[in-house]
């Protein structure tokens, strides 16, 4: 159960469109539409902001939205804000009827 | 406003035992899957198990499987993960969260409990 590889950082000035990936393997990512992405702060708990690849939690602005293509996976932050400097995490379910994290990313808005 | 809180961490030596706790309130707890998911200090997140609603079916991380057990008492509103034979690589903050009510993405998660292995 390897971890998903993320880029380390992603950074993008206010107003900006970022991008960045997650890939797995077929027996993950690649195997099903069951990817989710969590948004974490420093010191809290992490936030639901996409699930099942593209869909959006009540309440997660819609500048927040995810794709996937293969064994990739990416989350599209449109208008970056100061507020969406954080970690964040994707994550996919298995072929072993298991979860698996990716190593994370960090945003920062310059 | 649905919470989850967590309780039982704390300082345990090589090869001892923990149970934590997790107290749901605010939701239907039985109508929702529900997971353990952890994270080493200034490390990323790592899914450590989950639950059916019945608690019947219970699937775990390669890293803790025969070492830990999942459980839940529906009529508590209350998750358990019993944690033996833990090692100085379980050193995490334990997240107790429910799964989605229709997707798989986890949507509720609780602050955490540390747990610290260390002689």
């Not at chain 1, 593209?54 to 990739?72: A, E």
């Not at chain 1, 400097?85 to 698996?100: M, P």
């Not at chain 2, 529900?34 to 019945?54: C, D, F, Y």
């Amino acid at each position: 159960q390897s971890a998903l590889t993320q880029p380390a950082s992603v950074s993008g000035s206010p107003g900006q469109s970022i991008t960045f990936s997650c890939t797995g393997t077929s027996s993950d990512v690649g195997g099903y539409s069951y990817v989710s992405w969590y948004q974490q702060h420093p010191g809290k708990a992490p936030k639901l902001m996409i699930f099942d690849v593209s869909d959006r939690p009540s309440g997660v602005s819609n500048r927040f939205s995810g794709s996937k293509s293969g064994n990739t996976a990416s989350l599209t932050i449109s208008g970056l804000q100061a507020e969406d400097e954080a970690d964040y995490y994707c994550s996919s379910y298995t072929s072993s009827s298991t979860y698996v994290f990716g190593t994370g990313t960090k945003v920062t808005v310059l | 406003e649905a919470q989850l809180v967590e309780s039982g961490g704390g300082l345990v030596q090589p090869g001892g035992s923990l149970r934590l706790s997790c107290a749901a309130s605010g939701f239907t707890f039985s109508n929702y899957y529900m997971h353990w998911v952890r994270q080493a200090p200034g490390k990323g997140l790592v899914w450590v198990s989950r639950t059916n609603r019945e608690g019947s079916t219970t699937d775990y991380a390669d890293s803790v499987k025969g070492r830990f057990t999942m459980s839940r008492d529906n009529a508590k509103n209350t998750l358990y993960l019993q944690m033996n034979s833990l090692r100085a690589e379980d050193t995490a903050v334990y997240h107790c969260a429910r799964g989605h009510s229709y997707g798989y993405g986890v949507d509720i998660w609780g602050q955490g409990t540390m747990v610290t292995v260390s002689s």
